[in-house]
């Protein structure tokens, strides 16, 4: 999805597997691999798995997780959808709904470099932060004073966004 302004609609799809997570996935592959091998082991061959081999159920469950870790990191998008009704955000595949938030209970918008923080959804001085990499986004102050901060690879396309639709959202300095 591209963002457009003569549709009033700016949407981004941002998905982890740039950079750092690369190193994260390496390893994850690795381990899953090792566990599935471990499993063909014990259950289809029959031999124990180690000096010390877990029992069936739990080889099974860890070997699960690991899996589930690395295809919840390969599947995860975080959508951001911005228009004249409000900003709104999922992170897919947990959330089916765009989580919305109405542009009359946003008092403030705009694009902000807010530092490193980590990825993924952190608590910070801007308020709540949804993130899959770098450091700016879309901070949304609300009427009552909470603030939420959307992540964007597209900060210069976001903030003409808003400043072209959302003029008396923008701050004056």
Excluded at 32 to 40: E, H, P, R
Excluded at 61 to 81: D, K, Q, W
Excluded at 103 to 132: M, P, Q
């Amino acid at each position: 999805m591209e963002s457009s302004n003569n549709n009033k609609v700016f949407e981004e799809i941002q998905q982890f597997g740039k950079g750092w997570t690369l190193l994260l996935y390496l390893p994850l592959g690795m381990v899953s691999l090792l566990m599935l091998y471990a499993c063909f082991r014990q259950f289809i061959m029959g031999q124990p798995f180690g000096d010390h081999p877990a029992p069936d159920a739990v080889l099974a469950f860890i070997t699960l997780l690991v899996l589930g870790l690395l295809v919840s990191l390969i599947l995860m998008r975080l959508e951001t959808r911005v228009d004249e009704w409000g900003a709104g955000f999922r992170w897919r595949p947990f959330m089916k709904k765009m989580r919305m938030h109405n542009r009359s209970d946003i008092e403030k918008a705009e694009v902000i470099d807010y530092g490193f923080v980590g990825y993924g959804i952190r608590l910070s001085r801007h308020g709540w932060v949804h993130n899959t990499s770098g450091k700016m986004g879309l901070k949304l102050t609300m009427k009552n004073k909470r603030s939420i901060v959307l992540g964007t690879q597209k900060p210069e396309e976001l903030s003409a966004y808003i400043r072209e639709n959302w003029k008396e959202t923008i701050p004056t300095r």
